[in-house]
């Protein structure tokens, strides 16, 4: 019988770093350097992408392509991303640990969810030197899952499929209706619509609702809820098969998954 096998789950914005603020400030502090007006919209509606990448992506934001050319003479290219990635890099890895919180929920459910047989992979836009802060610091505070794939050495990262074909191989599991992607970006999304497995996109804590949980806590229901759905609606556009609020209804959403693929 088909049935969940494993889930790979993002990192910020997912299982840890509520709001997935540790990349945005990052990515402000590296164009601040030369003067770039590069907005938080901007970063986020790129987020998930591998970190170089949405540097490139970055630079071809209309209002800050034609804002370095007017003061350098030139468009971006290749030496002016590099420069840029390793100003971000310098600022990130000063604060990764810082981080690396795990969202509310997500140490019990994961937990419950390994305990009960199924794998427990990621994917991420962080390099793998990156995650060799984030994973231990993280599991110090009790998340701790079976594997970690980066797009380090893999022909490209997302949107592409294959960080989760990497854990599918390095966790064995054999069927891509076995597996779940689980993320808060769009770029999440598009990865697991791209590797053909159930994807499932969360709201609270995510870099698309891009509240902290302090302004999530203290907001107007009705303006949070506006906002929630909104999100929801960018992520089944995007091609979500499911989204939910928060990771506590993953294990009941699983079943249904699971009833659902036995009446096939």
Not at 144 to 170: E, H, K, Q
Not at 175 to 192: L, N, Q, W
């Amino acid at each position: 019988m088909k049935k969940i096998e494993c889930i790979i789950m993002d990192w910020a914005g997912t299982s840890v770093d509520y709001g997935c603020f540790a990349p945005v400030a990052a990515f402000m502090e590296s164009f601040s350097e030369i003067g770039m007006p590069v907005t938080v919209n901007d970063i986020r509606s790129h987020m998930g992408l591998t970190k170089i990448e949405e540097i490139r992506a970055l630079f071809n934001v209309p209002e800050v392509r034609e804002s370095f050319r007017s003061k350098y003479g030139k468009d971006p290219d290749e030496k002016d991303v590099a420069q840029r990635y390793e100003s971000f890099q310098r600022t990130l890895f000063a604060s990764l640990e810082k981080y690396s919180e795990p969202i509310p929920g997500v140490v019990e459910t994961i937990g419950n969810l390994r305990k009960a047989g199924i794998k427990v992979g990621s994917t991420t836009g962080y390099t793998g030197k990156m995650m060799e802060t984030v994973i231990p610091a993280a599991a110090k505070k009790g998340y701790v899952i079976d594997n970690c794939v980066t797009s380090d050495n893999l022909p490209s990262g997302r949107p592409a499929p294959y960080m989760i074909y990497r854990n599918m191989c390095d966790l064995a599991v054999k069927s891509r209706f076995s597996v779940i992607k689980y993320g808060d970006t769009i770029a999440d999304i598009r990865e697991g619509v791209n590797a053909g497995v159930w994807t499932i996109g969360v709201i609270i804590g995510s870099n698309e609702l891009a509240l902290t949980q302090e302004e999530a806590g203290s907001m107007p229901l009705p303006e949070l809820k506006t906002r929630m759905t909104a999100v929801r609606n960018r992520m089944y556009a995007a091609g979500a098969d499911y989204v939910v609020d928060s990771i506590t209804e993953l294990p009941g959403l699983i079943d249904s998954i699971n009833q659902r693929m036995s009446n096939e």
